[in-house]
């Protein structure tokens, strides 16, 4: 639950993560990502809201605004009203300035049978924020529902989880100090939208047909999804030539399940698949097996500790803790902006979602959508729900061959794909 203060105010230290965000976040590289249920039927909006209300207080980590100290930046509980639902007015992603949000780092938008959640990631990690929306959708749908009163009791599912536990430190182990080398790796590059406007291509499809073709592989879906994504780079971009440069595409990684941990704040860690054209004409299963081994060698348990434990002993080093924020913040930048030159560009994939019964029956499917940050002009975002697997590219250039070669590889695997976009391509 975190700490208390003597005016009993909750307040918590930010998760070993979450310590970037805050720094590094701006206009154009605002670090919020947002996660969509859709509906089978139009939003109302005074349910959500009060749907919200409700849910908000069990959550602290959502329940709360962020503070500057002098050493750390750090979270203290919210008592301001939740912040407004409104219809969705914006782009996707948009950096989410507290003072004319009553302080929160979320937001809640709704389009039409859409119901949008927008987090700043210090937050939480979508794992996190799907705990969240899915209790906002449950509560939701028993205010507009009359049919479930009586089936479904009010408040949270024996599900979901409330822990807030800082589970990088408590599954921290002491490691030899691991150097980080960073290469630069191909960025994409090209005619940009204006700042903050972002092009959004989702591509549904269904979860069998995309796992029968990655078994012909002997891949997963996750591993067929970057190796296809890698192989449109490398043809369309790269118009198969080689280049001293990799194009390496970076992949986080939830911990909870190797560390048994349920927290709802932060819990990931980030690994890279690279792809170094040497030569020219790589067929698709060369990069899809050069992806694939890049992924495998580092998804092991010992290395993904190896990883967050580096991050963390920084964090507990006495000599630093003492440094005043303002040297920490000028460090931490410099360090980010090395590294950011090392990706060229992300996949996420939460995995397979699943909600209760009675509500799943009004539920049509979940999608996400990642902001752009330094260096990586385009990512994509993976969900998948019953049969249903929403991918979804984010990015601020105008040009879409990348994206039309990945669906076509898709297509030419066998895989029934539906294109929907945000309109401002054209």
Same mark, same amino acid.
């Given at each position: 639950m975190g700490n208390r203060r003597n005016n009993n105010l909750r307040w918590d230290k930010l998760d070993n993560t979450a310590q970037l965000f805050p720094v590094i976040a701006r206009e154009?590289?605002?670090?919020?990502?947002?996660?969509?249920?859709?509906?089978?039927?139009?939003?109302?909006?005074?349910?959500?809201?009060?749907?919200?209300?409700?849910?908000?207080?069990?959550?602290?980590?959502?329940?709360?605004?962020?503070?500057?100290?002098?050493?750390?930046?750090?979270?203290?509980?919210?008592?301001?009203?939740?912040?407004?639902?409104?219809?969705?007015?914006?782009?996707?992603?948009?950096?989410?300035?507290?003072?004319?949000?009553?302080?929160?780092?979320?937001?809640?938008?709704?389009?039409?049978?859409?119901?949008?959640?927008?987090?700043?990631?210090?937050?939480?990690?979508?794992?996190?924020?799907?705990?969240?929306?899915k209790e906002l959708t449950y509560q939701y749908l028993r205010n507009v529902k009359p049919e479930l009163e009586g089936k479904v009791k009010d408040g949270l599912g024996i599900e979901t989880s409330l822990d807030s536990e800082d589970s990088y430190l408590n599954n921290y182990k002491k490691k030899e100090k691991k150097s980080y080398k960073t290469r630069r790796s191909i960025i994409l590059k090209g005619f940009k939208f204006q700042?903050?406007?972002?092009?959004?291509?989702?591509?549904?499809?269904?979860?069998?047909?995309?796992?029968?073709?990655?078994?012909?592989?002997?891949?997963?879906?996750?591993?067929?999804?970057?190796?296809?994504?890698?192989?449109?780079?490398?043809?369309?971009?790269?118009?198969?030539?080689?280049?001293?440069?990799?194009?390496?595409?970076?992949?986080?990684?939830?911990?909870?399940?190797?560390?048994?941990?349920?927290?709802?704040?932060?819990?990931?860690?980030?690994?890279?698949?690279?792809?170094?054209?040497?030569?020219?004409?790589y067929t698709f299963e060369e990069?899809?097996?050069? #992806?694939?081994?890049?992924?495998k060698e580092q998804i092991t348990k010992e290395n993904l500790e190896k990883l967050f434990s580096y991050n963390v002993s920084n964090e507990l080093n006495v000599m630093l803790r003492a440094v005043p924020l303002v040297f920490k913040k000028m460090a931490m930048k410099q360090v980010y902006n090395a590294s950011a030159k090392a990706n060229t560009t992300t996949v996420t994939n939460l995995g397979i979602l699943s909600t209760t019964d009675p509500y799943s029956q009004y539920i049509d499917r979940f999608q996400a959508i990642l902001s752009m940050s330094k260096g990586q002009n385009m990512k994509i975002?993976?969900?998948?729900?019953?049969?249903?697997?929403?991918? #979804?590219?984010?990015?601020?250039?105008?040009?879409?061959?990348?994206?039309?070669?990945?669906?076509?590889?898709?297509?030419?695997?066998?895989?029934?794909?539906?294109?929907? #976009?945000?309109?401002?391509?054209?």
């Amino acid at each position: 639950m975190g700490n208390r203060r003597n005016n009993n105010l909750r307040w918590d230290k930010l998760d070993n993560t979450a310590q970037l965000f805050p720094v590094i976040a701006r206009e154009g590289m605002s670090n919020v990502y947002r996660l969509s249920v859709v509906l089978k039927e139009e939003i109302n909006p005074e349910a959500l809201q009060k749907a919200l209300d409700k849910v908000l207080p069990y959550f602290d980590v959502f329940n709360s605004m962020m503070k500057k100290g002098i050493f750390w930046y750090y979270f203290e509980e919210n008592k301001r009203s939740a912040p407004k639902v409104r219809e969705e007015y914006s782009y996707p992603c948009q950096f989410i300035n507290p003072y004319n949000n009553n302080n929160y780092l979320f937001k809640v938008t709704y389009y039409k049978n859409r119901i949008n959640l927008e987090v700043f990631h210090a937050l939480t990690d979508g794992n996190g924020a799907f705990s969240f929306l899915k209790e906002l959708t449950y509560q939701y749908l028993r205010n507009v529902k009359p049919e479930l009163e009586g089936k479904v009791k009010d408040g949270l599912g024996i599900e979901t989880s409330l822990d807030s536990e800082d589970s990088y430190l408590n599954n921290y182990k002491k490691k030899e100090k691991k150097s980080y080398k960073t290469r630069r790796s191909i960025i994409l590059k090209g005619f940009k939208f204006q700042t903050n406007c972002m092009g959004v291509i989702h591509g549904v499809m269904s979860v069998q047909d995309i796992k029968k073709v990655a078994k012909q592989y002997g891949v997963t879906i996750n591993q067929y999804i970057v190796g296809a994504y890698t192989w449109a780079i490398y043809t369309s971009y790269l118009k198969k030539r080689s280049s001293k440069k990799p194009i390496v595409t970076a992949v986080p990684v939830n911990l909870r399940p190797y560390f048994g941990s349920d927290t709802n704040k932060n819990f990931f860690v980030v690994v890279s698949a690279v792809f170094e054209p040497k030569k020219e004409d790589y067929t698709f299963e060369e990069v899809l097996e050069i #992806t694939t081994n890049s992924l495998k060698e580092q998804i092991t348990k010992e290395n993904l500790e190896k990883l967050f434990s580096y991050n963390v002993s920084n964090e507990l080093n006495v000599m630093l803790r003492a440094v005043p924020l303002v040297f920490k913040k000028m460090a931490m930048k410099q360090v980010y902006n090395a590294s950011a030159k090392a990706n060229t560009t992300t996949v996420t994939n939460l995995g397979i979602l699943s909600t209760t019964d009675p509500y799943s029956q009004y539920i049509d499917r979940f999608q996400a959508i990642l902001s752009m940050s330094k260096g990586q002009n385009m990512k994509i975002t993976v969900c998948s729900y019953k049969d249903v697997l929403a991918l #979804t590219f984010s990015s601020c250039l105008k040009n879409t061959n990348i994206q039309k070669a990945f669906f076509r590889k898709l297509s030419e695997d066998g895989i029934g794909v539906t294109v929907e #976009t945000n309109g401002v391509y054209y």
